[in-house]
């Protein structure tokens, strides 16, 4: 597939590196041809493409957002014409004091994406983990895959992320439509406040069994 990534730091890197490694043409939407997250990235992935934000999201099928959430309207605001009828692949967490919920839990951050962007195809993912676990998916000596987490309301657009989710080695879980973003996003603190706050290892992931 073509996929494009707005933002490419500790989260969007590992992915687009491992995307493209998978045989996917994988373009960074650059604004800023000096980022030190774009050396890094195409230092370790030469193979990576670079375009300027517009013509990136408009050559891509599918779009990765990952940048720090209060950055969000500014990344999209100029490449909103070109992501109509795209899917967005939301992986930001709107994270406020004291690690709280950025908006109060009053809505998703997923939820105010696709405001921004109405005509976009939003789907969450990759947000319920810290970035270790996009360097290295690996979990060697289980006879299950850890989980990764999506929802939206376009079930193509969904399809679509679960293969690619697949492919980087989760097990794909849809947990449902858009409204269940604000949901993750609480999993994602539990998640965090767990890890970076209260000492457990960065490299604990959700798995899913069922009978
Ligand atoms: N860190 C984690 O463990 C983790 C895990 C899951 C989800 N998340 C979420 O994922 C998102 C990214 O986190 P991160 O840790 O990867 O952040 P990061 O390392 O700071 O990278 C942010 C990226 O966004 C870019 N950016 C910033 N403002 C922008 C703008 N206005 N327009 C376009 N691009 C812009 C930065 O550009 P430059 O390269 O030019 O600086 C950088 O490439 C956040 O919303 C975070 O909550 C983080």
Redesign the pocket.
């Known amino acids: 597939m073509k996929i494009t990534f707005?933002?490419?730091?500790?989260?969007?890197g590992p992915l687009a590196d491992h995307l493209q490694r998978l045989g996917h043409e994988v373009i960074l939407a650059a604004?800023?041809l000096n980022?030190s997250?774009?050396q890094k990235a195409l230092g370790q992935n030469p193979g990576l493409l670079v375009a300027p934000p517009q013509e990136a999201v408009r050559r891509a099928e599918v779009v990765f957002l990952?940048?720090?959430?209060q950055?969000n309207e500014?990344?999209l605001k100029s490449v909103s014409e070109e992501l109509t009828g795209k899917i967005l692949v939301d992986?930001?967490?709107p994270?406020g004091p004291n690690l709280t919920h950025g908006l109060n839990s009053s809505q998703s951050g997923s939820e105010m994406v696709q405001k921004l962007v109405p005509e976009a195809r939003v789907v969450k993912a990759?947000?319920i983990?810290?970035?270790e676990n996009f360097e290295n998916s690996s979990y060697p000596g289980y006879n299950v895959k850890p989980v990764m987490m999506y929802c939206g309301a376009d079930s193509g657009a969904k399809e679509i992320i679960a293969r690619l989710i697949a492919q980087l080695g989760w097990q794909p879980l849809d947990v449902g439509g858009l409204e269940q973003a604000l949901h993750l996003e609480h999993m994602t603190l539990l998640w965090v406040r767990m890890v970076r706050v209260n000492g457990h290892t960065p490299h604990v992931v959700w798995a899913m069994l069922t009978r």
């Not at 707005?6 to 969007?12: F, K, L, P, T």
């Not at 990952?66 to 959430?69: G, I, M, S, V």
């Open positions: 707005i933002g490419y730091g500790q989260v969007g604004a800023e980022s997250n774009l990952a940048t720090p959430f950055a500014a990344a992986c930001t967490n994270v990759f947000t983990y810290g970035f």
